[in-house]
Every structure is written in structure tokens, then in C-alpha cells.
């Protein structure tokens, strides 16, 4: 069962699914900036029928579940390309399954990405994209050899946000801040993609990288070795950025909200 809020007056939806009861009842309280961004789970085997056994909602501040009872059948649904707008499935003793009504962003495409090119699994994918109204203000890069994780802090007002690290599953040798000023913006990255060396090698990772801005040129971090990438951003502002990693930075690729 869901609520949702409308200035002050809220609105309960049916409850769906629960013709057999369950053992606990949970809830979860969202709070006024908080957005969904990921549902992971489970599915299970009740009376001979596939049920959703296990849930898990993600937002942009923090990780609620699991619920329910873990299998080895799991799922995740992360999206890139839009905001949550619903959900939708198939119910009766119990949820049998579950999707996702999303809100397409409007005129954001990708540009990339640069250095692996092989698909990567779910829990490799990273993505990063500014809210309405929000700011890059820092990013936090972990690097050595090669990049290992970034991370990424935003503003809106008195309001800072900032995301999980994405890489870093082995840790580098360096941290590294850039700290950017209100009216700053990324134009455009460059960098360098190689093969990773030491502990975990022959991997497809980003070896070094640059971030430019209408103000100034921020690195490169990292080791520039490999073949270069330049990527302007000529024909969109910058709102974000996305990837594979694990125990580096894998691949990157920008979000760009198209110039109309």
C-alpha cells in the first residue's frame, strides 16, 4: 500500500496483494527531497506459483530492506534514463510480480562511454545524475595507477547531497577533492583508458582523467597511459555521468541535457 502527498493532503492507494496475511508489517517514510532510484529483490515459490519473496528500495540517501525472505533468484531494477513514477504487477495472496512506471528526463542523452566496452552485470552499473535545482559542488577521486572509485556531492541551497562511491572494490593510493565554485560548469572530460596492473590485472579500466570547466582545468588524476578520450560537450550542458565499475573505474561516459 502506498501514500503519496500533495501539498498537505494525502492519498492512500488500495492495498495490493495480502489475501493471505504476512507475519510483519513494515513501513517506510520518505522524506520531501528523497526520490526512489533502484528496487531490487528476490523471487520465491509459494504453493507452486513465483512470488516476489524479497524487496528492497534504494533512494538518492539510503537503502530500505531487505523485506521478506532472501532466494538465490534475485533481481534489480536500476534506471538511468528517468524518475520514478509508480509501480505496477500482478497480486493476490501475495505479490507475484512488480514493475516500474517511469518519467522519461527530458532531452538527456548519453555521450559514451570510454574504456570497457563488454556489458557489464547489475552490480557493476553506476550512475550519477543531477537533480532539478541541484549543483555539482565536489568530487572525490580515489587514484593511483589508474582511477579507482569517484564520488559525487551536490547542492541545492543549504542542502547537500552525496552519492555512494562507485569503484574502489581495491582501494588506491591517493584521494584527491575538487571543490567547485557556484557558478562553475563542467564543459567537457578528457582521460585515458588502459589496462589495469598490480594485484587485479588485465582489466579494461580508465587509467587517468580530466575534468574541464568554464573556469579552469581540474588533473588529470590518475596514470595518463593508454589510448586518450577526449569528450567536449558541444552539443548539451553537462547533468551527470554513468558507467561500469568494481574494483576500478571500468568505464565513463556524460549525461548531456540537449541544447533545444
Request: aromatic share 14%.
Amino acid at each position: 500500500m502506498f501514500t503519496a502527498k500533495c501539498g498537505g493532503v494525502l492519498h492512500n492507494s488500495n492495498k495490493f496483494g495480502g489475501w493471505n496475511g504476512g507475519d510483519t508489517v513494515s513501513e517506510i517514510h520518505f522524506e520531501g527531497d528523497e526520490e526512489i532510484t533502484e528496487v531490487g529483490g528476490a523471487i520465491g515459490n509459494r504453493g507452486g506459483n513465483q512470488v516476489i519473496s524479497l524487496l528492497s528500495f534504494k533512494t538518492n540517501k539510503r537503502t530500505y530492506g531487505p523485506f521478506g525472505c532472501a532466494t538465490e533468484n534475485v533481481f534489480s531494477l536500476p534506471w538511468h534514463k528517468g524518475s520514478l513514477v509508480g509501480f505496477y504487477g500482478l497480486a493476490g495472496y501475495y505479490i507475484d510480480s512488480i514493475g516500474v512506471y517511469l518519467k522519461a528526463y527530458e532531452n538527456i542523452i548519453r555521450v559514451g562511454t570510454w574504456g570497457k566496452t563488454e556489458p557489464g552485470s547489475p552490480q557493476n552499473v553506476w550512475s550519477f545524475q543531477l537533480q532539478k535545482n541541484h549543483y555539482l559542488k565536489k568530487i572525490i577521486i580515489d587514484h593511483g595507477d589508474l582511477i579507482y572509485s569517484l564520488m559525487f556531492t551536490t547542492q541545492c541551497g543549504s542542502l547537500t547531497q552525496t552519492t555512494e562511491t562507485f569503484g574502489g572494490w581495491n582501494g588506491g593510493e591517493r584521494i584527491s577533492e575538487i571543490i567547485f565554485e557556484r557558478d562553475e560548469e563542467i564543459t567537457g572530460i578528457c582521460g585515458t583508458s588502459a589496462f589495469s596492473r598490480g594485484s587485479v590485472d588485465g582489466l579494461s579500466i580508465i587509467s587517468s582523467i580530466s575534468f574541464i570547466t568554464n573556469k579552469k582545468n581540474h588533473g588529470p588524476f590518475g596514470n595518463v597511459r593508454g589510448a586518450p578520450f577526449p569528450v567536449p560537450l558541444d552539443v548539451g550542458s553537462f547533468v551527470g555521468f554513468y558507467g561500469l565499475a568494481g574494483y576500478y573505474i571500468d568505464s565513463i561516459g556524460v549525461y548531456l541535457k540537449a541544447y533545444k
